[in-house]
């Protein structure tokens, strides 16, 4: 970093991922602020900086050396799991200040050494007390999937045999009972139950009512007039859907296309009216939707019809490093491996990465949005006028 970059940052004031100390004495409370960037998704820690006024209030020689030390053995010994900083020492106004460069953590969540997990709350810090949060901080960090928790509650008597039957088949080419084995040996085989309780993805793949133990992982579906969500008037709106992910898909497919337009786009009276918008984009937005939302927020899949587009939003942000560009190019990161692996032989998914790609190449102008305040993948299919 240079000296012009440093001085835009001062300027701009302190941020979820910078922040000013005047000095730094106490290893345990700076050790608090790097457990906190750590856990969310790092920042720098810029010393010699007054936070309520942005003045520059330069280190002596022996101050840099003491606060390097101090910032160091922070990380190693007051940061659990410990992490590794890059300091560096920048002059400006023949005024030396460090900036220690704090990576988000590979082993969240990070904890102080009291225990206590931190993160970023604006400038700030918070302590992380929510359980779902904590959820979605495991997985952000790999060591946890949604898909593969157990739910509470189940057993092998809420799996719909017809479904579980037609999934064994397409998967193995073989009856259930070519195979020869009970269904809870082959639940287990696939990794979606234990000790007799069916896992997330079993639950979602297979259950008759899932909604019985996971009451919000449905798919709302409003057809509105006008182009607000504020508007009180709608064309078209059911109860939320419920059901095991192939009947959300059929549902959900269902009110899209009944809801839109079938325009002529050959000459001729006789011809087959087409859909305004191209269904091979609805068919991989909505199967992305239900295979890759982060099943760690409790909250519905929602699609909202508007005279001039369609979104489809999907609670999570996009997972780990994946960016807009990175999936236009068919990088693809599974949030849910055990869905991403079966949901194939139920769902029209290929799960190599080419569904957004190929909804791209079907509607041009399709807008994606990762919106990372609100937490939610937002799809946007325009209409045509």
């Given at each position: 970093m240079d000296t012009l970059e440093l001085l835009d940052l001062i300027q701009k004031g302190e941020s979820s991922t910078v922040q000013f100390k005047v000095r730094v004495t106490n290893a345990n409370s700076i050790g608090a602020e790097m457990v906190a960037f750590a856990n969310t998704n790092g920042g720098m820690i810029i010393v010699g900086i007054d936070a309520k006024t942005g003045d520059i209030n330069g280190l002596s020689f022996e101050e840099l050396q003491s606060s390097n030390e101090l910032l160091a053995n922070a990380a190693s010994n007051n940061v659990r799991a410990p992490i590794c900083i890059n300091t560096e020492t920048i002059s400006i106004k023949?005024?030396?200040?460090?900036?220690?460069?704090?990576?988000?953590?590979?082993?969240?969540?990070?904890?102080?050494?009291?225990?206590?997990?931190?993160?970023?709350?604006?400038?700030?810090?918070?302590?992380?007390?929510?359980?779902?949060?904590?959820?979605?901080?495991?997985?952000?960090?790999?060591?946890?999937?949604?898909?593969?928790?157990i739910v509470n509650g189940t057993t092998i008597n809420d799996i719909d045999q017809k479904i579980f039957s037609e999934f064994i088949l397409e998967k193995t080419k073989k009856t259930v009972e070519e195979i020869g084995l009970p269904t809870s040996a082959?639940?287990?085989?696939?990794?979606?139950?234990?000790?007799?309780?069916?896992?997330?993805?079993?639950?979602?793949?297979?259950?008759?009512?899932?909604?019985?133990?996971?009451?919000?992982?449905?798919?709302?579906?409003?057809?509105?007039?006008?182009?607000?969500?504020?508007?009180?008037?709608?064309?078209?709106?059911?109860?939320?859907?419920?059901?095991?992910?192939k009947q959300l898909y059929e549902q959900t497919l269902s009110f899209i296309t009944r809801n839109l337009k079938k325009i002529q786009k050959v000459n001729g009276f006789n011809t087959h009216g087409q859909l305004e918008v191209s269904m091979e984009t609805i068919e991989e937005l909505l199967v992305n939707a239900l295979i890759h939302r982060n099943y760690f927020i409790s909250s519905s899949i929602k699609v909202f019809i508007f005279d001039s587009r369609i979104e489809i939003i999907s609670p999570g942000k996009l997972p780990d490093t994946l960016t807009i560009d990175n999936i236009k190019f068919g990088i693809s990161i599974p949030r849910n491996p055990i869905l991403f692996t079966n949901a194939r032989y139920i769902l029209p998914f290929v799960g190599v990465g080419s569904g957004i790609p190929r909804a791209i190449r079907s509607s041009p102008d399709l807008e994606l949005i990762n919106d990372l305040d609100r937490e939610m993948f937002i799809s946007i299919i325009k209409r045509p006028a």
């Amino acid at each position: 970093m240079d000296t012009l970059e440093l001085l835009d940052l001062i300027q701009k004031g302190e941020s979820s991922t910078v922040q000013f100390k005047v000095r730094v004495t106490n290893a345990n409370s700076i050790g608090a602020e790097m457990v906190a960037f750590a856990n969310t998704n790092g920042g720098m820690i810029i010393v010699g900086i007054d936070a309520k006024t942005g003045d520059i209030n330069g280190l002596s020689f022996e101050e840099l050396q003491s606060s390097n030390e101090l910032l160091a053995n922070a990380a190693s010994n007051n940061v659990r799991a410990p992490i590794c900083i890059n300091t560096e020492t920048i002059s400006i106004k023949d005024q030396n200040v460090i900036v220690a460069h704090i990576p988000e953590g590979n082993s969240k969540p990070h904890t102080d050494i009291r225990g206590i997990i931190w993160v970023k709350n604006g400038s700030d810090k918070r302590k992380l007390l929510d359980k779902e949060e904590l959820a979605r901080l495991l997985q952000s960090s790999g060591n946890l999937f949604a898909d593969q928790t157990i739910v509470n509650g189940t057993t092998i008597n809420d799996i719909d045999q017809k479904i579980f039957s037609e999934f064994i088949l397409e998967k193995t080419k073989k009856t259930v009972e070519e195979i020869g084995l009970p269904t809870s040996a082959l639940l287990s085989n696939l990794g979606m139950i234990k000790e007799g309780k069916l896992s997330l993805a079993g639950l979602l793949l297979f259950g008759e009512n899932p909604q019985r133990f996971k009451q919000l992982f449905t798919v709302q579906c409003v057809s509105f007039v006008g182009n607000s969500i504020t508007s009180n008037k709608f064309r078209d709106k059911e109860d939320p859907y419920v059901g095991n992910l192939k009947q959300l898909y059929e549902q959900t497919l269902s009110f899209i296309t009944r809801n839109l337009k079938k325009i002529q786009k050959v000459n001729g009276f006789n011809t087959h009216g087409q859909l305004e918008v191209s269904m091979e984009t609805i068919e991989e937005l909505l199967v992305n939707a239900l295979i890759h939302r982060n099943y760690f927020i409790s909250s519905s899949i929602k699609v909202f019809i508007f005279d001039s587009r369609i979104e489809i939003i999907s609670p999570g942000k996009l997972p780990d490093t994946l960016t807009i560009d990175n999936i236009k190019f068919g990088i693809s990161i599974p949030r849910n491996p055990i869905l991403f692996t079966n949901a194939r032989y139920i769902l029209p998914f290929v799960g190599v990465g080419s569904g957004i790609p190929r909804a791209i190449r079907s509607s041009p102008d399709l807008e994606l949005i990762n919106d990372l305040d609100r937490e939610m993948f937002i799809s946007i299919i325009k209409r045509p006028a």
